[in-house]
């Protein structure tokens, strides 16, 4: 094999891209398979001269040529015939080897039958030797064709990878996906469509709903389609889809706009199967109804049980209407009013465990003020409430503890009969904390009064209901009373009723 020693650089020396420039002169490597030097040295000036600057080998056996194969030359340039090898055979040898190097038969005869065989069998130019000016021209097209060639085959192999990925994520999704031209056909479904239909993807292309669906079915579908092809929002809703085969489903079904590569309109379809959620869901509503009307037939039992032992009790007291005994069963009767009050709000509420203690604590202000508003002087009520949602738990024993204070305040804080007012504020913190008050302008409290070892048996109740509540209580006196408890509120219905405010 001889070889161009002009060419021979550093053993480190690469070949730049076609598209690298190096001196303004495109640097390509060369493959020349050919018997005469002189030919080869005339080839790469006149590839100098088109703005190359080739680095080759020249070689002349079929085992060279292999050789030089392997180090993927940019270019082949073959003479057609030579004593030991020919372009037709080192065409068939590049053919078998699977590589895409640019080959260009460079001959000093040639007929044109032979050039056009040669290029039926993958010869990317031929040109005569004394035509030599074409040469440049030649191999920039072979070589822009190559370039072309490689992008075109890594588009498509990208293109492919793609849709293997696409395939492989919808067919392994567990939801439906369906994508319909603008007339309603479809032109594609995942494998969950194929087994929920019982039908393949190649049987129902070019379909549309009304071939799976009763007519009503598929004209409502076609609409809600329509809707979003016209005004390119997507949507969202729960469809009831009856098969012809009679089954009924409940699908999430999401709908959205998207164009092909042309780009006409086209509709994408995903859809969750959700019936057996549905069924479960509506299970669920059921067996809550009956919870709710459980919880408000407990609550009027226990309320009527209480009304009839308030009854008994206020028989009991007219009975003894001027002694100590009758005003303890009066007081005693008020008491389970109250407890029965917060089962009669438990009653009305669509929720059978919390009520707005806010509409409760009024309730129960205006009755005892009426029952026990003293004579003689002009006494007012003065109501401050938010509303505070509570539980059953909170909201007895709360309940208590305000009769308690309000009917203290309504019995002591004005013994002669003088004017004033008691306030009674109710309140929540955005932690929870709740904070009720009962206070007034009257006699007030002596200075020596601990509250908690007091006899009263009002007191006394207020107390042990604190800590039930594991609630904090505060005295004041001076001028008059207040009594404020403060405790932490726990998880009850929201409401959403106004402020409170009024006197009377």
């Known amino acids: 094999m001889s070889s161009s020693t002009e060419n021979h650089k550093s053993a480190d020396q690469t070949l730049a891209p076609m598209s690298r420039v190096a001196s303004a002169r495109i640097a390509i490597r060369v493959l020349v398979l050919e018997d005469q030097q002189s030919d080869a040295e005339l080839m790469m000036r006149q590839l100098r001269r088109s703005g190359f600057a080739p680095v080759?080998?020249?070689?002349?056996?079929?085992?060279?040529?292999?050789?030089?194969?392997?180090?993927?030359?940019?270019?082949?340039?073959?003479?057609?015939?030579?004593?030991?090898?020919?372009?037709?055979?080192?065409?068939?040898?590049?053919?078998?080897?699977?590589?895409?190097?640019?080959?260009?038969?460079?001959?000093?005869?040639?007929?044109?039958?032979?050039?056009?065989?040669?290029?039926?069998?993958?010869?990317?130019?031929?040109?005569?030797?004394?035509?030599?000016?074409?040469?440049?021209?030649?191999?920039?097209?072979?070589?822009?064709?190559?370039?072309?060639?490689?992008?075109?085959?890594?588009?498509?192999?990208?293109?492919?990878?793609?849709?293997?990925?696409?395939?492989?994520?919808?067919?392994?999704?567990?939801?439906?996906?369906?994508?319909?031209?603008?007339?309603?056909?479809?032109?594609?479904?995942?494998?969950?469509?194929?087994?929920?239909?019982?039908?393949?993807?190649?049987?129902?292309?070019?379909?549309?709903?009304?071939?799976?669906?009763?007519?009503?079915?598929?004209?409502?579908?076609?609409?809600?389609?329509?809707?979003?092809?016209?005004?390119?929002?997507?949507?969202?809703?729960?469809?009831?889809?009856?098969?012809?085969?009679?089954?009924?489903?409940?699908?999430?079904?999401?709908?959205?706009?998207?164009?092909?590569?042309?780009?006409?309109?086209?509709?994408?379809?995903?859809?969750?199967?959700?019936?057996?959620?549905?069924?479960?869901?509506?299970?669920?509503?059921?067996?809550?109804?009956?919870?709710?009307?459980?919880?408000?037939?407990?609550?009027?039992?226990?309320?009527?049980?209480?009304?009839?032992?308030?009854?008994?009790?206020?028989?009991?007291?007219?009975?003894?209407?001027?002694?100590?005994?009758?005003?303890?069963?009066a007081d005693a009767q008020r008491r389970i009013e109250s407890m029965a009050l917060v089962h009669d709000r438990l009653n009305q509420k669509d929720r059978g465990d919390a009520i707005d203690f806010q509409e409760y604590a009024a309730g129960l202000a205006r009755n005892l003020f009426d029952v026990y508003r003293p004579g003689g002087g002009v006494t007012r009520l003065r109501l401050d409430l938010s509303p505070v949602p509570l539980v059953l738990t909170q909201a007895v024993p709360c309940g208590l503890i305000l009769n308690e204070l309000i009917t203290n305040a309504l019995k002591y804080a004005f013994p002669h009969g003088e004017s004033g007012e008691i306030a009674v504020s109710l309140r929540s913190d955005d932690k929870g904390l709740v904070t009720l008050s009962v206070s007034d302008d009257g006699a007030g409290l002596p200075s020596d009064f601990a509250w908690r070892s007091s006899p009263s048996l009002g007191l006394r109740i207020v107390d042990i209901l604190s800590r039930q509540l594991d609630a904090t209580v505060e005295v004041g006196s001076g001028p008059g009373a207040c009594f404020t408890v403060r405790f932490q509120q726990l998880a009850g219905a929201a409401v959403n009723h106004g402020r409170c405010s009024e006197i009377f």
Request: glycine share 6%; with cysteine; net charge negative.
């Open 56 to 329: 080759w080998e020249r070689v002349e056996t079929e085992a060279d040529y292999v050789a030089q194969l392997a180090s993927s030359p940019d270019i082949i340039l073959a003479d057609y015939r030579m004593p030991q090898m020919d372009a037709e055979r080192a065409l068939e040898i590049l053919r078998d080897s699977g590589l895409t190097i640019p080959f260009i038969v460079v001959s000093g005869a040639i007929g044109e039958d032979v050039a056009v065989a040669m290029m039926r069998h993958g010869a990317s130019d031929y040109l005569l030797k004394d035509r030599m000016a074409r040469l440049g021209p030649a191999v920039r097209h072979a070589l822009e064709q190559r370039a072309l060639q490689e992008q075109t085959r890594k588009a498509a192999g990208e293109l492919r990878a793609s849709e293997i990925r696409f395939q492989s994520f919808m067919n392994n999704s567990p939801t439906l996906a369906r994508i319909k031209e603008a007339d309603g056909r479809l032109v594609y479904m995942n494998n969950a469509c194929e087994q929920l239909f019982g039908v393949s993807s190649a049987e129902c292309e070019g379909k549309t709903d009304a071939e799976f669906c009763p007519a009503e079915v598929a004209e409502r579908l076609r609409a809600r389609d329509s809707a979003v092809l016209h005004d390119g929002e997507p949507s969202h809703v729960v469809e009831e889809v009856k098969l012809h085969s009679g089954r009924t489903m409940q699908l999430l079904m999401f709908r959205f706009l998207l164009h092909d590569a042309c780009g006409e309109p086209m509709l994408g379809e995903v859809s969750a199967d959700i019936t057996d959620q549905i069924r479960t869901q509506r299970a669920l509503a059921e067996a809550l109804q009956a919870k709710e009307i459980l919880f408000r037939e407990l609550h009027h039992r226990v309320k009527n049980n209480l009304n009839v032992v308030s009854s008994l009790l206020s028989m009991q007291a007219q009975l003894h209407r001027d002694s100590a005994a009758g005003q303890a069963l």
